[in-house]
């Protein structure tokens, strides 16, 4: 047989479709004959071909680019062996050609193995005794309620965010208090219902100044007919002089803005004074 | 006797249940402080000043199954409190000077091999950042679950979960670039 009937019968031959006696002269020719013994193993599949260096490299630089990414979000399942099958399979063939990756592995597995054996450490002799010798001393008291208190106050103050969430309360509450109208004066809102810290100020001097301008003009009928009894009788009344209600009313006007000061610190027993001075009669 | 009753007897005031508890956990508490700490005789002192707040605390300490995490949780805090009074960073400490306790069972020449890469995990540990050394301190070292550690350091799940993947990955690293360990990371197979 020559090498072009063989190579013409071969696909027959590997498919095992040739008759008993060509198939026999086949492979008396194969076993001759170097260059068709191979053709006959490529063929078979019994001899493997080893790809040229970094074909594989060039390839995967042409498509998807190195797994290694991949891999190492693998690694760690990998080392723990909670990887599902198929990517173990896979991981594993990615690491037979990948040596970084095969080093990472290996670094993993090491740390994973000897982290555990770094857990306990001996504090040397005398720790357990001197630990003993200071708790003896301590009274084993329950823990005080004040104390869980303080614990978790401290634990609240030793939160990174705390001081945000506190600056976010402190805001809210300011915006609920006082609202954010640009140009009138500071009044807390729930109080609105009421006068204004202003208006009260302005009616008191106003209520003031009547009552020292009234008390005045009594005073000044006063001093007519007291300067008219004098006259008559020759006997001198003491009264009070229209100039010592004027200064009164500096004083009563003193009194007015401290009792609105008081007002807005305490605007119920601010209100009822209010009623009071205003009214003449008692607060309810 | 199981945890639970040692725990129970501890808080009936029992000495030697008390006595018990503190060896049980002073190899750990003491591991823990130093990796936080750095220095032995620091993390002596700070180790003592834990097993005294957990004897004060001991009333309301957790049942066996939360205990752990719960111990670890004042460790941790003791240690950060230490730094901060101090005002320092934790000091690297050489190995040599600490008797690490477990161990697997090994002939002579594994037990050196081992040493030696313990040696370079501990000096690798000391380079990752606060946050993933602590995960990979209350994981991988002390063995505490995700959950636990997130209750711990007051972080999501989540968080700590990917933390914890980074962390390991980071230490790898971290042991694969120190020139030392050239030829001493070869696993078997």
Redesign the interface.
Known sequence: MRCEEFEQRLAGLTAGRLRDPEEDACLRHAATCAKCTRLLETARGDCRVEPPNGLLESVLEQTTGRACGDA??L??DFVDGTLPHGEDALLKGHLRVCPRCR??A???????V???????????PG??A???E???R?P????QSVD?LLAFVRSLFL?PRFALEAAYVGALLLFGLYGLIPGEPLQPKFFSAGPTVTEMHQKATRFTSAAVADLSNRSRSLEILASAWTKTTGETLRVYSATTFVELEGRYAGVCTWLAETWQNARFRAGREWNELTDGRPGS | MDLEELLERCRR?E?LA??NL??LY???I??LC??YVGN?DD??DV??EV??KV??????CPGAEHFLPWLLTICRNACLDHLRRRKARPQTTELET???????ERNPEEQAL?DS??NL??R??QRLTRMNREI?LLK????LSLEEISTVL?IPLGTAKSR??RA??E???Q??NMPE?EGR???EG
């Open positions: 190492r979000e690694l760690c080093a990472l290996d670094s993993l597995e090491i740390s994973h000897l982290l555990a054996e770094l857990a306990e450490a001996d504090p040397g720790f357990t001197s630990v003993l200071e708790t003896n301590l084993q008291r329950p823990e869980a939160r | 005031g000495n008390w006595e503190v060896r002073q190899g750990r003491f591991g130093l990796h032995p993390a002596r180790a003592q097993f005294v004897y004060r605390k001991l009333r309301s600490v008797r690490f306790v477990r161990g697997q081992a890469r313990k995990l501990y690798a540990l990979v991988e070292i002390q063995g007051r914890s993947h390991r990955l230490l790898a690293e042991l694969l360990a990371l070869k696993t």
